[in-house]
T-cell receptor
Framework: QQQVKQSPQSLIVQKGGISIINCAYE??????FPWYQQFPGKGPALLIA?????SEKKEGRFTISFNKSAKQFSLHIMDSQPGDSATYFC????????????FGKGTRLSVIA | DTGVSQNPRHKITKRGQNVTFRCDPI?????LYWYRQTLGQGPEFLTY????????KSRLLSDRFSAERPKGSFSTLEIQRTEQGDSAMYLC???????????????FGSGTRLTVV
């Protein structure tokens, strides 16, 4: 049973556009929701994270929106750039991130000029 | 110490052979995690350590897999009697854990890509 469901599997966005990736979780005890970015041949790198006591968190061009009642959270990349082309993973964990992260299956983002 | 180091980067082995991977975490990180990633999938948790204590093992970790973290520093992941289904990227990550509201996330290494032929 997949605990974190991510969509879409792949996404193509024009340069300057908004990229939106969605995740849904099942375990209501999850209390830490990070997004990771992975380039080919590299390990994932933390991009931004949110806790369920806030509905939105913004860092530069990256924003997480969180809907606790719907058990969903999403990543928005504003003014998408070709350098943002990568695979993005949502994740979730318990106990403020002190239990191992459960990852979604990933979204491959391509930003085209 | 600029990050998490994993060796080797690539390993090709014949089915039935044993392999061992090494992970050197960021020195001040007390937590160390092993994940497995197959093509087109997210990382799947295998096991993790806090200092030298192995705190949790996934059901994915069959008895052919063993991990150690002697003295709470580097860690090794051994796979005995490898099978073709073991072919994957093995990722190591380290973290400081979380205190209160602060969480600095995981720092992943670049992984060891295992191919079993």
């Amino acid at each position: 049973q997949q605990q974190v469901k991510q969509s879409p599997q792949s996404l193509i966005v024009q340069k300057g556009g908004i990229s939106i990736i969605n995740c849904a979780y099942e375990n209501t005890a999850f209390d830490y929701f990070p997004w990771y970015q992975q380039f080919p041949g590299k390990g994932p790198a933390l991009l931004i994270a949110i806790r369920p006591d806030v509905s939105e968190k913004k860092e530069g061009r990256f924003t997480i929106s969180f809907n606790k009642s719907a058990k969903q959270f999403s990543l928005h990349i504003m003014d998408s750039q070709p350098g943002d082309s990568a695979t993005y993973f949502c994740a979730a964990s318990l106990n403020s991130g002190n239990t191992p992260l459960v990852f979604g299956k990933g979204t491959r983002l391509s930003v085209i000029a | 110490d600029t990050g998490v180091s994993q060796n080797p980067r690539h390993k090709i082995t014949k089915r039935g052979q044993n392999v061992t991977f090494r992970c050197d975490p960021i020195s001040e990180h007390n937590r160390l995690y092993w994940y497995r990633q197959t093509l087109g999938q997210g990382p799947e948790f295998l096991t993790y350590f806090q200092n030298e204590a192995q705190l949790e093992k996934s059901r994915l970790l069959s008895d052919r897999f063993s991990a150690e973290r002697p003295k709470g520093s580097f860690s090794t992941l051994e796979i005995q009697r490898t099978e073709q289904g073991d072919s994957a990227m093995y990722l190591c990550a380290s973290s400081l854990g979380s205190t209160g509201y602060l969480n600095y996330g995981y720092t992943f290494g670049s992984g060891t890509r295992l191919t079993v032929v």
